[in-house]
């Protein structure tokens, strides 16, 4: 006698501390495995883009802290960039430097959350987790001196930076550069090998190159796959140009190599960072830019490598003090367009851990 | 997944993890030890002087909340304005301290103290004695200023605390 069976609709959040913020997948299962998958998302929608024509050109700096709250440094950087270009407003060589130094920072501690909540997914119940937030809590210090604030930087301005560094951050910052490496070699001999998180990550929710590139994926998740593309290298802006770093890419492009290539970023930011520091020019740290800028008519899109992928502002001006239109490209909201192809398939164990490899913002998706 | 060895890989990684029970703790027990905050620490309230306040409102006009609100009148006597009000509601304020750094006159600073929180929400509004910083009580903080901020005691940060090698 055959038993008549039915695929069940499964609800997976919004509500649920595996989605990292507020994101629903509503998968469809035919016993453990997942045969459709739809996802939902909205719930954290807050109308940036819509509250950015009604404010100045420099009032919207601390709207774009909030957009993907792990990286202020990174929003910042890209907003101030798009308007810059503009504008056309130049930036002294020190600031250029210092951006580049917080933004390197900004990636480290965007990589150790992203790492930290992707092993934590993987059963890991946060003791990594945990080691990589202290590590995050070094870097959270530093931007605490500099700006004034722990999540919200606000640090970023058009044409410079807001004021310059105190006198302890560079000794401090030198410190950290030195401590750094010996606690990735702790993460490394933590995971590396571990034999629950290889069963669990070798080989799942495999992104195919050609499907990463017509997909339009970015950052980590598209070097993961083997495509060697990083914005500081194929479209250098600020001083980028004058670093000596390497584009770590994986082979397969599982959720393993996602992990490997992120742990890989962080040693290439901590490579550049030592570069800036020697580099690292003295003078001013922003520009005569008068509080209200009045950009002539036109529109500017200015794209950076933000942890997440490629972080673009597109800035539309009709010459008066607040921006025409102000649209965000997030890399987040990118990089889950191929969330069902890579879980249909899999089994909900192991999509809960595909989608923590991704490393997604909800504050970044709904915007 | 076919593995050679079974278990290596997590003896290794508990290696790591029974080191860390002869380290130092890298947390404080916060209301007995504190931590000293950074001396540019964005609080969440605003410190203003009264004498060197003149009622412009360009701090107004920044705020992209739109939070300050400032009423003048004209002082026939002194010939300058009289600030009448000066109140912001801190509910609505997101300590982005663009009031502080568009200040023309060194009018108005962020504050030190981070610890505000209040039992009613209409508490949040502060007026001009509250922030007043003739008054003595309100510590301002060294955002934007350095020269308060060389008073100010030096932030603990955790990178100088961990001074073993791991």
């Known amino acids: 006698m055959m038993l008549k069976t039915e695929p069940f609709v499964l609800n997976i959040g919004p509500v649920h501390p595996s989605t990292h913020g507020v994101f629903r997948m509503r998968a469809t299962l035919d016993g453990e495995v997942i045969i459709g998958l739809e996802p939902v998302f909205g719930y954290l929608h807050r109308g940036i883009e819509k509250l950015a024509e009604e404010r100045t050109y420099g009032g919207v700096i601390p709207l774009t802290d909030r957009l993907d709250y792990l990286a202020s440094m990174s929003n910042n950087l890209a907003y101030v960039l798009a308007v810059e270009k503009l504008a056309g407003i130049s930036v002294p060589e020190r600031a250029q430097y210092l951006r580049v130094i917080m933004a390197e920072l900004q990636r480290i501690a965007a990589f150790l959350i992203a790492v930290g909540a992707f092993i934590n997914d993987c059963g890991a119940f946060f003791t990594p987790f945990l080691y990589m937030f202290r590590e995050r809590e070094k870097i959270v210090d530093l931007f605490e001196m500099v700006s004034g604030q722990r999540l919200l930087y606000n640090y970023m301005r058009i044409g410079g930076l807001s004021q310059d560094v105190p006198d302890e951050f560079f000794p401090a910052l030198d410190r950290f550069v030195r401590q750094m490496p010996a606690f990735i070699g702790e993460y490394e001999r933590l995971l590396k090998e571990n034999e629950i998180l290889l069963a669990r990550a070798k080989g799942v929710g495999i992104l195919s190159q050609e499907k990463a590139v017509n997909c339009s994926m970015s950052g980590p998740v598209l070097r993961a796959s083997g495509v060697k593309w990083d914005i500081r290298k194929v479209d250098p802006y600020l001083v980028y140009d004058r670093f000596e770093f390497d584009v770590p890419t994986g082979s397969v492009g599982d959720c393993y190599d996602r992990y490997r290539v992120r742990i890989e970023e962080i040693r290439q930011s901590l490579r550049i960072i030592k570069q800036a520091m020697e580099q690292i020019p003295s003078g001013a740290v922003k520009s005569d830019v008068p509080h209200l800028i009045h950009p002539p008519a036109g529109e500017a899109y200015a794209h950076i490598e933000a942890p997440k992928g490629e972080l673009g502002f597109y800035l539309v001006s009709d010459n008066s003090i607040a921006p025409y239109r102000c649209h965000v490209r997030a890399p987040s909201l990118m990089n889950l367009t191929t969330l069902r192809e890579m879980i249909i398939g899999w089994k909900i164990q192991d999509a809960i851990i595909i989608f923590g490899s991704i490393d997604i913002t909800m504050g970044e998706v709904d915007r | ?166």
């Open chain 2, 1 to 166: 997944m076919k593995f050679e060895h079974y278990g290596i890989g997590i003896a290794k990684g508990l290696t790591v993890t029974i080191r860390h029970l002869f380290r130092h703790p890298v947390t404080v027990q916060h209301p007995e030890q504190r931590l000293n905050t950074s001396r540019r620490i964005r609080g969440n309230e605003l410190v203003w002087s009264r004498d060197r306040c003149t009622g412009c409102a360009t701090c107004a006009k920044t705020c992209p909340q739109g939070v300050i609100q400032i009423v003048t009148s004209v002082d026939l006597v002194g010939n300058k304005y009289e600030v009448a009000k000066y109140e912001v509601d801190t509910g609505y304020c997101i300590s982005c301290g663009l009031c502080v750094e568009s200040c023309p006159y060194g009018a108005l600073f962020m504050g030190y103290a981070y610890e505000r929180a209040k039992y009613r929400r209409n508490e949040l509004v502060q007026g001009k004695e509250d922030m007043m910083l003739e008054s003595g009580k309100k510590q301002p903080s060294g955002y934007f200023y350095p020269e308060i901020a060389r008073e100010l005691p030096r932030q603990t940060l955790l990178v100088e605390r961990i001074t073993e090698k791991a």
